[in-house]
């Protein structure tokens, strides 16, 4: 399970997990993911709509659902083979154990093993979990209710947002399956369930409401999370967490705690949706194609919609408009607000990133725009959303704080003192920017965005991305030497 920890110092931050588009629906198309696809006959199931469990009626103990969930919830364990370096035995500062640690330090191999959860969505074998739970793992086995044990491949993985496909070994016949509900139609207040393998502990049981939807807590560009009170902990995840109708809502991923190891923290879910937008590509190609509009956009306030000549402060801004992109194509300006695709309504730069995500690449979108005052209807054709690598110069010229950062050189980082491929060197700042009247100035290297390293321009791109308008940014600068804190106030 990725754990959240708040601490003092880290108020200005954005929630994060243990690792690291936003404002950017030109980088990276939404949370949602992909296009809404159609399901492949058997790829998963839907429950037929009145078809409950015989007898079911609004519980007043939950133990007759939880018997009929438990089975197809799986505990997954992992081996991953680390390679380290042994030094010969004795005073590491010893100059006798240095010279010959030169000549006598060897590889070693280590394995390391970590546990998760999963659920089975059909008959075929394949199990859901988060991506974490199973990346870099060298062997993958599942243990089912019933005590039988399979050896798992990865079919697929969506590593940004946390998402694997895994296909079991052998003999799978008769195998209980999950059913995978509409987290749309999940409400705040609603009760859910959450059941796992938390610290090891076979199919643990907890239960309650949904906090809040459409979390953003920093984990990456695609945040999305459902919140939840339910008790989850390190182990619960990739679990599935259900409605009272015993349906799969959300895929249990993070964890904030404020007080640290063992205090009690807020769970957040992947939705459903975004696994089921997901699930015909992994299990077709092991891999996520995302669509991509090419700009860079902002929440429209009241004072920016006054100064547009809007009745209204909804819609995305348009910051930039990425050359030959696909909205540089189809005619998208600097200054439109965005307020709808295909005929969905777009409030703000989240939804538009949402919006996107929808449109499979290759087919023409519908943009819905104001300018200078007048609504106007523009036609895209969606692209694929090219490598995180192609796009990175153009993401950080749209960043929120006003500056452009290239990569530490190995020169650099020895004229400065920092190890190389730690941080981002700042190589402009525009004068009139957020960064510039909070005191950034050329030369100085960016070492962490909100109490997360940054460690190449990518990185720094995608955590400033994730940043709302109006928050501020907590910077851990080196400059000359030294090292200090600098905030900045996003725009």
Not at 340 to 351: A, C, Q, R
Request: hydrophobic share 40%; charged share 20%; glycine share 10%.
């Amino acid at each position: 399970m990725r754990r959240i920890v708040f601490s003092l110092v880290a108020v200005l931050a954005v929630a994060g997990c243990t690792r690291g588009e936003g404002f950017l629906s030109g980088v990276a198309s939404s949370v949602v993911g992909v296009a809404h696809a159609a399901n492949k006959p058997g790829l998963w199931s839907e429950r037929p709509k009145g078809n409950l469990p015989p007898g079911f009626v609004p519980p007043t103990s939950l133990a007759p659902l939880v018997k009929e969930l438990k089975p197809a919830v799986v505990n997954i364990s992992t081996t991953q083979v680390v390679r380290r370096r042994a030094s010969v035995r004795g005073d590491p500062n010893d100059p006798f154990n240095q010279f010959f640690s030169q000549f006598f330090d060897v590889p070693q191999e280590q394995a390391m093993h970590s546990l998760g959860s999963g659920f089975i969505i059909n008959s075929k074998g394949l199990v859901v979990t988060n991506n974490h739970v199973i990346d870099g793992a060298t062997e993958i086995r599942v243990k089912v209710a019933d005590g039988r044990e399979f050896a798992a491949e990865v079919l697929g993985k969506d590593p940004k947002v946390d998402l694997a496909l895994l296909k079991l070994q052998g003999n799978v016949k008769d195998l209980p399956i999950v059913y995978l509900g509409d987290s749309d139609k999940t409400d705040v207040g609603d009760w859910v369930i959450a059941i796992g393998n938390p610290f090891g502990l076979d199919h643990t049981v907890s239960h309650g409401i949904v906090s809040a939807k459409e979390r953003i807590i920093g984990a990456g560009p695609y945040d999305d999370f459902i919140q939840t009170d339910a008790p989850i902990n390190p182990g619960n995840s990739g679990g599935p967490l259900f409605n009272t109708e015993g349906e799969v809502v959300g895929v249990n991923t993070a964890i904030l705690s404020p007080g640290g190891h063992g205090s009690v923290g807020i769970g957040f879910a992947v939705p459903v949706n975004m696994l089921k937008a997901e699930l015909p590509q992994l299990e077709s190609t092991g891999h996520v194609v995302r669509g991509w509009l090419g700009v860079s956009s902002q929440d429209l306030t009241p004072e920016l919609a006054r100064s547009l000549k809007l009745e209204q402060a909804k819609g995305a801004v348009v910051n930039d408009v990425f050359p030959e992109s696909p909205a540089d194509k189809g005619g998208l300006r600097p200054g439109d607000v965005v307020t709808g695709l295909n005929g969905h309504h777009v409030d703000n730069f989240f939804e538009l990133l949402r919006a996107v995500a929808g449109a499979m690449p290759g087919t023409d979108a519908q943009v819905a725009v104001m300018r200078d005052g007048k609504p106007l209807s523009l036609s895209v054709h969606i692209a694929e959303k090219p490598e995180d690598q192609q796009i990175t110069r153009a993401l950080v010229q749209g960043d929120r704080l006003g500056l452009r950062v290239e990569p530490v050189s190995a020169e650099l980082a020895r004229r400065i003192g920092v190890k190389e491929g730690r941080g981002v060197a700042v190589t402009d700042v525009k004068e009139d920017s957020p960064a510039y009247a909070a005191g950034l100035r050329p030369g100085d290297v960016i070492l962490e965005v909100n109490r997360r390293p940054v460690e190449d321009v990518q990185k720094y791109a995608h955590a400033v991305a994730s940043v709302r308008q109006g928050e501020l940014v907590l910077l851990r600068v080196q400059r000359q030497g030294t090292t200090l804190y600098i905030a900045v106030r996003a725009v």
